[in-house]
């Protein structure tokens, strides 16, 4: 059994710069780990990881988000607590500088898992979750980003190939020392995306899902194919019921992906034994994890 | 085998009336089996049904949908198509005469699974979907409760025990003459919810999933209970890992809610061989099925 485990994720689209995404990806991993060691919990790390990647705007989510079709941005995202099956999630809510930070106060001081759009930033306010406004989020590279992807008119799975969606969601799921696990996820969505279209971040079951008896899992690609294959739940169930462990339930999640809709999508899991793994169907996949005092990352 | 089947729901809720749920879901079930029988497809078949459901005020969906906090009706609807696991959903969207004809909308002219809010709303006005406006969804028996509720402070689980939430969600799931399954979920929330909570209605893998490969199935209940689990996509593995029929996988996915979180939910399930099942831990649920010309009603 390992002491304890962390795996995080920046998406699944393929990397320009993999340098910049390994010394991020690292540096994250390696604060995660160090508080795992201290004997934070898995619910707490994730969050904290999640945040450190939002905060990052190397990703697509928190600071760094695509821009929608209208240049705004509409951020989602979901967490899960595998001692109890407890969640929360939020979806297109504009100007919170951490959405995994509002996602996990629905989980904790509400009544509710999923709060979207207005309702949710009520909520927010009304929690002291902190605001920033529209300048936070604007860079030019989103910009350009957004203006090459309307003059191109590619539909989502041109988007993947042709790199110009950069699938930049962000996810951290753990096993900490007492054994229990967490998952979470994080986006800014998909650039040029229509008013409320909502991908598999914010969905527990989709883009998320923790569960003590059998892994944690959080999903990046492109959210539809998640949400038609409830890919997290799904890998949740290969290790309940086939009794996998995380690498065969991460393979067995991307056959189904690809098998039944031909689709394009990643996942990272940490199982309950400790042991993480990764798979996608995507050309490309950002991660790293830590077993332990060992660190690794990985960009494809 | 069966040479069809169809079976709708009309929620958790204990009914006061039990004569009037009888006759309306005998009349709901009567007109889909025949439709059935007359050789349409499933996918069409849980459309016009919940169409049916959603225009009878009887039911917390379309015109008869609980009034949120703010006294508003806000909508939530899927459907999935089991030949293909394309989907579509809306959530949180206002004036839409019949929400389930909205998601179908987004599954067949979109490319995407999951609109919300007014950009859902945007997309029906560009696709032809019929809106109305907020004295179709008004009613005094609605308003009453809505005081009602107010007025006791109840939490989640106090409404479902005290019969002022009617849990009155509905759903249809159907097998046709070539064997194909669907889908389809459609709700008005919860009696005084807050703005901007979704819950499992319009969450593929959560409220609503169709496989041809394992079931179709339509959840109803306390829709954070539904999320946490991933009802329904729980029970289409279940019939596919373990190689379950429609009862045991609906006792199965009864059981995972009651042990996980001691949750409240029923469910609805048609299977690949057409056997319809249903099983609940609410105090109540309404059901209706048809397999060829024998038609069940069961209120409890």
Redesign the interface.
């Known amino acids: 059994m390992n002491p304890f485990s962390l795996m995080i994720h920046g998406g699944a689209g393929t990397s320009r710069e993999p340098d910049r995404y390994d010394a991020s990806l690292r540096r994250v991993v390696e604060a995660g780990a160090k508080l795992l060691n201290d004997g934070m919990s898995a619910l707490d790390v994730v969050t904290r990881c999640v945040v450190m990647l939002e905060d990052d705007p190397l990703y697509d989510a928190g600071c760094g988000s695509a821009l929608n079709v209208d240049g705004e941005v509409r951020l989602d995202a979901s967490i899960?607590d595998g001692r109890?099956?407890?969640?929360g999630a939020v979806?297109?809510v504009a100007g919170v500088k951490n959405p995994v930070i509002l996602a996990r106060t629905v989980m904790e001081r509400?009544?509710?898992?999923?709060?979207?759009?207005?309702?949710?930033e009520?909520?927010g306010r009304e929690n002291d979750i902190v605001f920033v406004d529209s300048r936070y989020f604007y860079s030019e590279e989103r910009s350009n980003e957004l203006k090459m992807v309307k003059e191109r008119h590619e539909?989502?799975r041109e988007g993947v190939h042709n790199q110009s969606g950069k699938l930049g969601t962000v996810g951290a799921v753990a096993r900490d020392k007492y054994g229990n696990l967490a998952a979470a996820t994080s986006t800014g969505g998909l650039t040029n995306q229509?008013?409320?279209?909502?991908?598999d971040s914010p969905?527990?079951?989709?883009g998320t899902?923790a569960d003590n008896f059998t892994c944690a899992v959080s999903c990046t690609g492109i959210?539809?194919h998640i949400?038609?294959?409830?890919l997290a739940?799904?890998a949740s169930?290969?290790v309940e019921?086939?009794g996998l462990g995380a690498a065969d339930a991460a393979e067995a999640a991307k056959q189904l992906l690809i098998n039944?809709?031909n689709g394009l999508g990643g996942l990272i899991i940490v199982d309950r034994n400790g042991e993480c793994a990764y798979a996608h169907s995507t050309p490309g996949m950002r991660s790293a994890w830590a077993i332990g005092d060992k660190i690794f990352v990985k960009i494809t």
């Open positions: 899960m109890n099956l407890e969640a979806a297109c509400s009544e509710h898992v999923f709060l979207i759009g207005a309702g949710a009520q909520f539909g989502l229509s008013m409320g279209r909502v991908g969905i527990i079951g989709a899902y959210g539809e949400l038609r294959t409830s739940r799904s169930l290969f019921i086939k039944r809709i």
